[in-house]
């Protein structure tokens, strides 16, 4: 490993971000707290030297002027963002305080530690876990990203990972199901382009609209948002009645596959084509063209699942390779993310000696609804009157935007909010807490959508006053008078002692080799020694009661679940609230170079469209819905049904003209049958801004 104590040099990283590429980083140090350039580790053959262009410029990010640098204390009205400095003993007493406050009026559940994934360490992410573990407070239901996606895999194959992403660079054909590579995880775009060049292979992207990744596809089928279950279904329909089922490996590795051909019967390309908006020949040809390859390999994104019928999208999707067996060949089967495969003993740093699960586990995507003091989100219990945030921005990446704000604004709320930069959501906390970023601090990582398991060491000194989320977790709960070991180890032994308990080498060990290759024999890989359920098959008719609360209404073969916010004559367009290449949620929304190339918030509308509302390009045009309207520059895009809309972003709050983001007008309704954010399942009107009296 390349020295960590000489100026300059190049060290070893990883990037934390909430992708799942999870790149294998070097960083150049300039200094004992400056870096330089950031690049891709080419020895990493997952990585192989590519990273996307916002994490190649981290300078922006790491340096930014606006860094917050030491602990704050609100003076001001909520949202207002006025502040003054304390120290650190004043301000973790004054939270230790408010927190007692509340739980001697309440009991401990009152208190809410609210977080997700602005860093993806399995430490300074997770110890959040075993603060609130250990001190009893209310859970949470972690349903903002991958709910839908994770149990509508798991509802066919038992456990989370699938091929090897790599075997994609042998495969015949690739299929994007529902995601965006070039701007959401640029890898996947390398092991693609090798196939495509070396062996001609094809590219076929599903997806709402004509993404990036959709431009470089030999086949893009557009089609309606939330409607790709329909899809699967009728190539199923296909495949079973051209003769590419492999029938064989059914009645070896699938439950009911006599049952399945049945009920496909009228899940016919005609069927599917009313519901999708494709044609039937665009479905027969991708039916035959999956059916005929047998290196045919889906990478499953996560885009079409954020859907309230995202969790039987899902289900439907994944059941294609069992359907044609080609799990049997390398390049062929599917992979959507590999989170069961590294099996790191986190017992550890989320304190689960101290987990109570009759505490609460209050919905994260309903944070509005649960600080208004909806009874259905409290679930039961006292309302929240104390949280400490880290990891997050919900003003801006939470639905129901202004329910968030109205509830943060609440006299009897007291919330701390630990975080690196000035967001929207610290300008309603009461304490504010300067936060490390990755190159600051010591981290562990697994890769999602690949197969290492990676530590990242600090590399530079923490800018100001700045503390990791281990520091400052260990320091309340101390000050709180818990007495848990974990509040006494250091990030560095925590991820020491995690490794070994999961039978890998120690942190020091991994560091120095850079990575610990976590690959799955290629036959447990592709699940043919049995899939993990219990009967060792592919289940197409899962037991949804045992995924989630909401089965009852679940269908029991794959199928389109028509429960998705359908288009209306008041409400006449679909809306898809997408990522942007250069943020990530709202990260990198404060850099200037992605400002620059995002340059404002945009709705992409058919040109059709935009001729029928009386709008030419860059005309504004105001979206809503019951829960708000929000205003957009219009740009004329003909790679997207005529009735859909998409908005990419996350862009904060204050780039909208009334002060209000996208999600205002996105939903906190609950995926079936476990929950889940519906963030591209929204039915808006859509008019010119000038036509709207003030
Ligand atoms: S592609 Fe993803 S993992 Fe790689 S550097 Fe960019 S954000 Fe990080």
New binding site residues.
């Given amino acids: 490993m390349a020295p960590l104590d000489q100026d300059p040099v190049w060290l070893r990283s990883v990037?934390?971000?909430?992708?799942?590429?999870?790149?294998a980083?070097e960083v150049e140090k300039l200094g004992p707290d400056q870096i330089g350039k950031?690049r891709?580790n080419a020895l990493n053959d997952y990585?192989s030297g590519?990273?996307?262009a916002?994490?190649?410029a981290y300078r922006e990010r790491v340096h930014h002027p606006d860094r917050l640098t030491q602990p704050l204390r609100r003076i001001g009205t909520k949202g207002d963002g006025n502040f003054q400095p304390l120290s650190w003993d004043d301000a973790i007493d004054e939270v230790a305080e408010a927190f007692q406050k509340a739980e001697q009026k309440y009991g401990p559940e009152t208190v809410w530690p609210y977080h997700f994934a602005g860093t993806m360490g399995l430490v300074q992410r997770d110890v959040i876990h075993g603060f609130r573990h250990a001190l009893g407070y209310s859970r949470e239901d972690e349903t903002i990203c991958v709910a839908t996606a994770v149990a509508g895999w798991m509802a066919g194959h038992g456990k989370v990972w699938g091929a090897d992403p790599r075997e994609m660079q042998v495969s015949d054909m690739i299929v994007v199901w529902g995601g965006n590579p070039v701007a959401?995880?640029?890898?996947v775009m390398t092991h693609i382009t090798k196939a495509r060049k070396e062996r001609g292979a094809k590219l076929y992207v599903i997806d709402p609209y004509r993404t990036p990744t959709a431009a470089l596809a030999d086949v893009h089928l557009c089609l309606q948002p939330g409607t790709d279950g329909a899809l699967a279904c009728a190539m199923m329909h296909v495949l079973f009645r051209d003769g590419y089922a492999d029938h064989e490996y059914m009645a070896r590795y699938t439950d009911v596959p006599a049952e399945l051909e049945a009920h496909l019967q009228t899940k016919t390309p005609a069927w599917a084509a009313a519901i999708t908006g494709l044609s039937v020949a665009e479905i027969e040809d991708f039916a035959k063209a999956y059916g005929q390859t047998e290196r045919a390999f889906i990478r499953v994104g996560y885009g079409f699942t954020r859907s309230r019928n995202g969790t039987a999208n899902m289900h439907a999707v994944s059941c294609l390779p069992a359907v044609t067996g080609n799990w049997r060949h390398k390049g062929g089967g599917a992979l959507h993310t590999n989170r069961n495969m590294f099996g790191v003993d986190q017992s550890l740093v989320r304190a689960i000696d101290c987990l109570d699960t009759s505490k609460r586990a209050l919905d994260m995507s309903r944070i509005g609804r649960v600080l208004l003091n909806e009874p259905e989100s409290l679930l039961g219990g006292p309302p929240v009157t104390a949280m400490i945030m880290q990891n997050i921005n919900p003003v801006e990446v939470a639905p129901e935007t202004h329910r968030v704000i109205e509830g943060l604004r609440r006299d009897d709320l007291f919330v701390c909010v630990h975080e690196q930069l000035p967001t929207a959501t610290t300008a309603f906390a009461d304490i504010v807490l300067p936060a490390t970023m990755f190159l600051e601090h010591d981290d562990l990582y697994q890769g999602s959508g690949h197969m290492y398991l990676q530590v990242g060491r600090k590399i530079i000194e923490p800018l100001g006053e700045a503390r990791s989320n281990v520091q400052v977790l260990s320091a309340l709960a101390r000050r709180l008078g818990c007495d848990h070991e974990l509040f006494t180890l250091d990030a560095w032994e925590i991820i020491d002692r995690s490794l070994r308990a999961s039978g890998y080498p120690g942190a020091d060990d991994v560091a120095e080799a850079g990575w610990v290759d976590c690959t799955l024999p290629f036959d447990d890989a592709h699940f043919l020694n049995g899939f993990p359920n219990p009967d060792g098959k592919f289940h197409f008719k899962p037991d949804w009661s045992k995924i989630g609360s909401d089965f009852e209404t679940m269908p029991t073969l794959p199928d389109h679940m028509a429960v998705i916010d359908a288009a209306t004559p008041e409400k006449p367009y679909r809306l898809v609230a997408a990522p942007a290449r250069r943020f990530?949620n709202t990260s990198f929304t404060e850099t200037p170079t992605s400002i620059k190339k995002e340059h404002r918030p945009t709705a992409l509308i058919h040109p059709d469209t935009l001729g029928k509302l009386g709008l030419t390009d860059g005309d504004e045009v105001t979206l809503g819905n019951d829960l708000g309207a929000v205003s957009v520059h219009a740009k004329s895009f003909d790679g997207v049904q005529a009735d859909v809309v998409i908005v990419e972003g996350i862009w904060p709050n204050r780039y909208f003209k009334d002060g209000v983001g996208i999600n205002a007008l996105t939903s906190a309704d609950r995926a079936y049958p476990n929950g889940g954010a519906v963030f591209h399942d929204t039915a808006v009107w859509m008019r010119p801004t000038a036509d709207i009296a003030p």
């Fill in positions: 990037c934390p971000h909430d992708c799942p590429s999870t790149c980083l950031v891709g990585t590519v990273i996307c916002k994490v190649a959401t995880q640029v890898n990530l």
